[in-house]
């Protein structure tokens, strides 16, 4: 199973390098859509909407991507929505979910299965997700570093967590997440960081904000990745499909990213470009 799993975590990092340095950015979008398609069905499924329901969703999800899209085209600056009024409701929304209602829902173990409401909670959690692969897509190198704080802090987590592991983070959510991996992957995070800053100075020369940001980072991580586990328990799988061998469906790869990903876009829109 490790073995599967790391098999199809190496040919999933070279297909998306190959990606994001090689395709022009409306075939990079057309990419990332298709994998917010694919997530969106299986959202749909925890949200044990009909096949018509699914297909609903997703095309709600595909409006949003498609009206985002165009406006950004329209601008004449394809990075401008992020520092407009909208792009700033937008990311503030989804910041609100991730560090308040998210951490509440799991606190409370709220189940919720109006059909309005979760689609609501699904374009929240997704379509934040998706913009920020496409503004970040822009800066290669930015977009990578991010993506590798959630690889670290998966990564450590899951070792320290089996090595070392005795006390359960949230045993009625995911019982294989315990404290000691936590405390694992905020230990690894900043020694990857160190490392970036030596690659790409930019980082280093922000350090402190770095430090705060990645640490941040670190928990959102575990927050995105226990709320898909609780609405998977919510209907009873283990996976949110068999896409991917060795990791299930497409939610169960990005749900680390749904939560990070767009705090990482306004970490390096606002803080490192200055406020606009």
């Known amino acids: 199973?490790?073995?599967?799993?790391?098999?199809?975590?190496?040919?999933?990092?070279?297909l998306l390098v190959a990606a994001l340095f090689l395709l022009p950015k409306w075939s990079w979008g057309l990419l990332i859509t298709g994998v917010l398609l694919i997530a969106g069905q299986e959202w749909g499924k925890l949200a044990r909407y009909s096949g018509i329901g699914r297909a609903l969703?997703?095309?709600v999800l595909a409006a949003g991507c498609g009206a985002i899209y165009w406006w950004e085209q329209g601008s004449g600056e394809a990075r401008a929505f992020i520092y407009s009024p909208a792009g700033r409701l937008f990311y503030g929304v989804?910041?609100?979910?991730?560090?308040?209602?998210?951490?509440?829902?799991?606190l409370y173990r709220w189940r919720v299965r109006g059909a309005l409401l979760t689609a609501a909670v699904g374009c929240i959690v997704l379509l934040p997700f998706w913009?920020?692969?496409?503004?970040?897509?822009?800066?290669?190198?930015?977009l990578l570093a991010a993506l590798g704080v959630v690889w670290v802090a998966d990564t450590a987590g899951y070792f320290v967590g089996r090595r070392f592991g005795r006390r359960k983070l949230a045993p009625e959510i995911s019982p294989g997440k315990t404290w000691a991996g936590v405390w694992g992957a905020l230990a690894a995070v900043p020694l990857y960081w160190i490392a970036v800053s030596v690659v790409l100075p930019e980082m280093g020369a922000h350090w402190l904000?770095?430090?705060?940001w990645i640490t941040s980072m670190t928990l959102l991580s575990v927050v995105g990745d226990l709320f898909e586990s609780w609405m998977k328990r919510g209907v009873g799988v283990k996976d949110s499909g068999r896409l991917l061998p060795g990791h299930g469906g497409m939610l169960d790869r990005v749900d680390s990213l749904t939560s990070t990903l767009p705090f990482a876009a306004l970490y390096f829109a606002f803080l490192l470009s200055g406020i606009r």
């Open 1 to 14: 199973m490790l073995f599967q799993r790391v098999l199809t975590a190496a040919v999933l990092l070279s």
């Open 57 to 59: 969703f997703c095309g």
């Open 131 to 142: 913009h920020a692969l496409l503004y970040l897509q822009a800066t290669p190198g930015r």
């Open 209 to 212: 904000s770095g430090l705060a």
């Open 94 to 106: 989804a910041m609100a979910f991730w560090l308040g209602v998210a951490p509440a829902w799991l």
